[in-house]
């Protein structure tokens, strides 16, 4: 790029109307900006600018190169506000990730960020795969859960409360557990990525933890079993089955009763909810940034979830 500099000096120089206006500007000497003329002069075989001893004054050929020299300085100026433009507000795409159960909570998170950023446009993948972060050219992916191993930045949202639930009719003919050692009896419907590809049946372990502290461990076989947690609560709801839900999902059906918490008593694993975003050298765009603040902001306002400080 070294050989656009005596462009941008010619222009600054046109401009200024003088060599040494033209250095003040450029935090230069005169006689450094001069030199740089005379060697585009040099390289090009043709004179510029006519100079005197009170003024400088175009030839032909300079007033035919100086437009496009003082359009690569306005491009490179352009460019430069439209980097510094991204990095304080909120512009362009953002692209972000997000599991199919989790699409609910994105828009009333995202919808008062757009509202404040009428340049923001927004691109949402929802999908339960784990889609190639890079491929796709996502801003921010929320993942729900153990992350792997990557490269990319992690940042804790919030961590949701699971619950065990299931249908008044499925209580009723089936019984209602009283205890950790009475699941194992009953029929369960499970969540999880590997249902598809799993030969063999699959099987939940429910770690819970009493009002005393005391700590359970059951092992249950599912008879349900689907990579859609939406999918898994709906079969639920209509009686197939205990399922293990979050319960920031599962309120709305606990709230109309279509479905009721087993085991209340008793507090299961939390689910941690992150903010995954690509590792940056330099500052990270605002679009993201925001993203990020506003994810955590609408966390903090669920009851059913715990959002760490910011």
Known sequence: MDELKPL????????????????????MSPSAVSQIVRGLEEQSGVTLLHRSTRKLALTEAGERYYPHCRRMVEAAHSAAES????????????RVSAPVGFAA????????????????????????????LIDARIDLAVRVGRLADSSW?????????????????????????TLPQHLVTHQWLAFGRETITASRPVTLLVEMRSATQEQHRIQVEAR???????????????????AWLVQADAQPALERGALVRVLSDY????????AVTPKLEQSEAAKVRSAVAHLKRYFATLPTSDTPGT
């Open 8 to 27: 941008a000096v010619f222009a600054e120089v046109v401009d200024a109307g003088s060599m040494t206006a033209a250095a003040r500007r450029l935090g």
């Open 267 to 274: 507090r299961f694993e939390s689910l941690p909810v992150w």
């Open 83 to 94: 980097l510094q433009l991204a990095r304080d507000a909120p512009t362009g795409e953002l």
């Open 153 to 177: 930045v992690a940042r804790r949202l919030c961590d949701f409360e699971s619950i065990l639930c299931a249908s008044p009719d499925y209580l009723a003919r089936q019984g209602t557990p």
């Open 224 to 242: 349900i079993a689907s990579n859609n947690q939406v999918a898994v609560q709906q079969l639920c709801e209509h009686g197939l089955g205990i």
């Open 105 to 132: 909570h994105l828009a009333p998170a995202l919808a008062p960020l757009l509202a404040e950023a009428p340049q923001l446009r927004l691109r949402l993948l929802v999908d339960d795969a784990m889609i190639d």
